[in-house]
């Protein structure tokens, strides 16, 4: 039977909504900096999440510092190796990335090239899975282009970025003098979340065999 949309479904619900085990969710974001506004909008959607009876693991971008990602070497970097296998098992993730001259962090980028070790893997890539795309930025220009780039990367990874991204201009007051979230965010990123956990409540319908990367898909092809 398919999932109620979640709109529609009590928090206290949510579970009973998918047909296998709870929704898990991998959640990146943030820069090297503690507390950085991208850091803050992932810690923002992994509440939420955990919220509507999903359970989530987080990556902060300063757990992220890795060797550059080469194809021909293997991957030894312990924070790598989990990083990969966390996603393997996901039912959907959420990327929150800094707009760096108007495109996704190089450290972000380099973390998400890792997932190339999912190529032969039986969903590889993200394939299936729903990807919720955040991007903040001092502008609306560089925001919207960091999203744009953001969104464009989960598809080349076979994932299905969610109908809602979010774009933040970070040069605009983010949180009041209670430090509450700016509301209009966080209604943008509370719709987004529940968009991947709809998603993701259609994973056993997705469980079929799936062809491996291609050449072309691949990251030196």
């Known amino acids: 039977m398919n999932p109620l949309p979640l709109h529609e479904a009590a928090a206290a619900d949510v579970a009973h909504l998918f047909d296998s085990a709870l929704p898990h969710l991998v959640i990146v974001g943030g820069t090297v900096r503690l507390g950085s506004t991208s850091e803050r909008l ?19 971008a300063a757990e992220l510092e890795l060797p550059m990602y080469a194809p021909d070497r293997p991957v030894r970097h312990p924070v790598a190796r989990a990083f990969v296998r966390e996603v393997q098992r996901c039912d959907g993730m959420i990327v929150s990335s800094p707009g760096y001259h108007g495109g996704i962090s190089g450290l972000l980028k380099n973390a998400l090239d890792y997932l190339e070790e999912l190529r032969v893997d039986a969903r590889p890539y993200l394939h299936g899975r729903a990807v919720g795309c955040i991007a903040s930025a001092a502008g609306w220009q560089g925001a919207n282009s960091t999203l744009t780039a953001l969104r464009s990367v989960a598809h080349a990874l076979r994932g299905w970025p969610t109908p809602l991204g979010v774009a933040v201009n970070s040069a605009q007051p983010l949180v009041d003098a209670a430090d509450s979230l700016n509301p209009d965010v966080a209604g943008q990123l509370e719709a987004m979340v529940r968009q991947v956990l709809h998603i993701a409540g259609w994973h056993p319908m997705l469980a079929g065999p799936c062809s491996p990367a291609t050449t072309k898909e691949k990251i030196d092809g």
Do not use: P
Not at 42 to 60: D, P
């Open 42 to 60: 992932a810690r923002h959607c992994e509440a939420l999440a955990r919220s509507l009876g999903a359970t989530t693991s987080f990556f902060r």
